[in-house]
Nanobody
Framework: QVHVVESGGGLVQPGGSLRVSCVAS????????MAWYRQAPGKQRELVAA???????NYADAVKGRFTVSRDDAKSTVYLQMNSLKPEDTAVYYC?????????????WGQGTQVTVSI
């Protein structure tokens, strides 16, 4: 059975930092692309950052230079380090594990962790 569990969300002041973590069990973690998405109230879910099995990363323009995604395959964990946080970063952050084949894609989602940036 696959479990994807995020942790580390919370309330932080503008300009502050926060690190969220995601542990994925029940899958061969090392071969999955791991990604962080977020969804703010009234908005669609959007990709924030991703790291491939080979360690390549990509980021949404809105977070480039402020957020860093990393993975520890030995711990089946992906991290999102968020610095210089802004109120517009407030959202529920979701972890996604995805692997593509020639025929289809398989992906798993966590339940999300709330990040609130406010005074």
């Amino acid at each position: 059975q696959v479990h994807v569990v995020e942790s580390g969300g919370g309330l932080v002041q503008p300009g502050g930092s926060l690190r969220v973590s995601c542990v994925a069990s029940g899958i061969m973690f090392s071969i999955y692309t791991m990604a962080w998405y977020r969804q703010a109230p009234g908005k669609q879910r959007e990709l924030v950052a991703a790291v491939t099995s080979g360690g390549r990363t990509n980021y949404a323009d809105a977070v480039k230079g402020r957020f860093t995604v990393s993975r520890d395959d030995a711990k089946s964990t992906v991290y999102l380090q968020m610095n210089s946080l802004k109120p517009e970063d407030t959202a529920v952050y979701y972890c996604n594990a995805r692997i593509d084949s020639l025929i289809t894609a398989t992906q798993f989602w966590g339940q999300g962790t709330q990040v609130t940036v406010s005074i």
